[in-house]
């Protein structure tokens, strides 16, 4: 099955303000309907990147079984990770940059590794705020789940 994600984070007063992330799934099933999900969470206390990352791995971690999943982020963090395959790096390095300084989020990286790994994932980046149909969607997603009620615990596990 061949899905699209299309994903967005958002944090006020980034670093360490309150966040969310959106995501929206596509698939166009045998009959050729087009059928879409919106996922979206708030967290009280988080940063831009991490809810990058947890738009990510909600829409990947939604699908029941394996896909072939072309996935858009306007984040050049996310998306240059494995475009420019700086995740692998990482790993070799006991998750240290090139400069040997500690790669944040480990904990994300890792959840959004084992959500990829039934599936054959192509990234692509696309300019935020630039008009972005889908994008749009998801930072409105995002922003409106930032400023909801609800907020989740934001638990870094080391």
Request: with cysteine; hydrophobic share 35%.
């Amino acid at each position: 099955m061949n899905v699209t994600i299309y994903t967005d984070g958002a944090a006020r007063g980034n670093p360490e303000g309150p966040g969310g992330y959106g995501a929206v799934l596509q698939f166009t099933d045998e009959r050729g309907a087009l059928h879409e999900k919106e996922l979206s969470a708030g967290y009280k206390k988080t940063t831009n990147n991490r809810m990058e990352l947890m738009a990510a791995i909600a829409g990947l971690e939604a699908l029941k079984k394996p896909c072939r999943v072309e996935l858009y982020s306007d984040s050049k963090y996310l998306t240059d990770a494995f475009n420019q395959h700086w995740i692998y790096g990482w790993m070799k390095r006991g998750w240290k940059k090139a400069d040997k300084s500690p790669v944040k989020n480990i904990d994300l990286w890792k959840r959004l590794l084992a959500a990829m790994k039934q599936h054959e994932v192509t990234w692509h980046w696309v300019k935020g705020h630039d008009g972005h149909p889908e994008n749009e969607r998801c930072d409105r997603l995002a922003t409106s789940a930032a400023d909801g009620t609800g907020l989740l615990e934001d638990v870094v596990v080391p």
